[in-house]
């Protein structure tokens, strides 16, 4: 599937990003440039990835099992959305997707305050382990490598498992993405704050983080607070 090859490239445009970007922190600028294609090419890779998911789960693709294992003919559009980060292998995409993007507006605000290498070099780094985890737990898995031994090559089931019935809620479309972002927004101060060991400077750094604080507190609490909510209508447990 060509998910799978996006992913794969991904995954090596990621390690090619460190590696340049290391580089230049060590005085090679000619790096510079490759650092910023790998960039980019990984965040693009990962993109690519998520429309290539959501396009098997909006057409009801059954040979991957991914989808059939979440979605069904019978869910509404919303739902479907919802389908794509409904098990563990399409929220760990989504949650790269959300660094793919939060990854391009670093790059422009690092870039003007000299912190580009040594931020993105550990930020693309957890972004990359993410990539890394979806080559072990991929959602682009046909339904017999999935289930083999259940199905014969060349059979494919009419329709899909569907979605848990606890999910088919109106706060499954709000709740895991602003979850998601918040998640991927907090490796953002990290990767500033690792920066500034690595460059020795223990307290300017805490002006250019601040806003990335606030940005990924804020996303990561409400995304908790509407998980809590949701879990108190849905689950009642108060």
């Given at each position: 599937m060509f998910g799978?090859?996006?992913?794969?490239?991904?995954?090596f445009s990621g390690l090619l990003t460190i590696l340049s970007y290391v580089r230049v922190t060590r005085g090679d600028k000619k790096s510079l440039a490759m650092a910023r294609r790998g960039l980019f090419t990984s965040g693009f890779a990962i993109l690519?990835?998520?429309?290539?998911?959501?396009?098997?789960?909006?057409?009801?693709?059954f040979e991957?099992?991914?989808?059939?294992?979440y979605s069904s003919k019978s869910l509404p559009l919303h739902f479907l959305f919802s389908a794509f980060y409904a098990g563990q292998e399409g929220s760990f995409l989504f949650w790269a997707?959300?660094?793919?993007?939060?990854?391009?507006?670093l790059f422009?605000?690092?870039?003007?305050?000299n912190l580009e290498a040594h931020v993105l070099s550990v930020f693309i780094a957890v972004q990359t382990f993410?990539?890394?985890?979806?080559?072990a737990k991929s959602p682009f898995k046909t339904i017999y490598e999935m289930f083999p031994g259940e199905?014969?090559?060349?059979?494919?089931?009419?329709?899909?498992?569907?979605?848990?019935?606890?999910?088919?809620?109106?706060w499954m479309v709000i709740h895991p993405?602003?979850?998601?972002?918040?998640?991927?927004?907090?490796?953002?101060?990290?990767?500033?704050a690792i920066a500034a060991l690595w460059r020795k400077e223990y307290s300017t750094w805490l002006s250019s983080a601040l806003p990335w604080v606030l940005f990924s507190g804020f996303t990561l609490g409400a995304g908790l607070m509407l998980g809590a909510y949701w879990a108190y209508g849905v689950l009642g447990w108060g």
């Open positions: 799978k090859l996006f992913i794969y490239l991904s995954l690519a990835a998520s429309i290539f998911l959501l396009k098997d789960i909006l057409f009801h693709n991957n099992g991914y989808v059939w294992s997707l959300c660094s793919a993007l939060l990854s391009f507006a422009r605000y690092t870039r003007t305050r993410l990539v890394l985890l979806l080559v199905l014969i090559a060349g059979q494919l089931p009419q329709d899909g498992r569907g979605l848990n019935p606890l999910l088919q809620n109106f993405p602003i979850l998601f972002i918040g998640f991927a927004a907090m490796a953002v101060p990290f990767s500033f």
